[in-house]
């Protein structure tokens, strides 16, 4: 299994990024995927989920219409459109796996990270 996101940077508060992540090694269509992130000196948090079908999200309630997570299945590709971006969203940003096909259960696989800092 391998997932690598990408897309982070350094941005304004306010300003806009897209986070992407190349899944591969696993039946991408099938599973439930997730953005979660680490704060500096925090702990890891969820930011939003996707189901398989692309059809169903959630998100954490700090990111609730700032952010929006999509997939491309014939791509194995997921995104994470992120707007009115804000200092406390400083995060190193993951995607992640569910552990089992087709249900919700909890991520339990995730890959290298991408950066985003928000600083003026």
């Known amino acids: 299994v391998q997932l690598q996101a990408s897309g982070g940077g350094l941005v304004h508060p306010g300003g806009s990024l897209r986070l992407s992540c190349e899944a591969s090694g696993f039946r991408f269509d099938t599973y439930w995927m997730y953005w979660i992130r680490r704060a500096p000196g925090k702990r890891l948090e969820w930011v939003s989920v996707?189901?398989?079908?692309?059809?169903?999200?959630d998100y954490q309630e700090s990111v609730k219409g700032r952010f929006t997570i999509s997939r491309d299945n014939a791509k194995n590709v997921l995104y994470l459109q992120m707007h009115s971006l804000k200092s406390e969203d400083t995060a190193v940003y993951y995607c992640?796996?569910?552990?089992?096909?087709?249900?919700?259960?909890?991520?339990?696989?995730w890959g290298r990270g991408t950066l985003v800092t928000v600083s003026s």
């Open positions: 996707i189901n398989p079908g692309d059809n169903y999200t």
């Open positions: 992640a796996k569910d552990r089992r096909p087709w249900d919700r259960h909890e991520y339990d696989y």
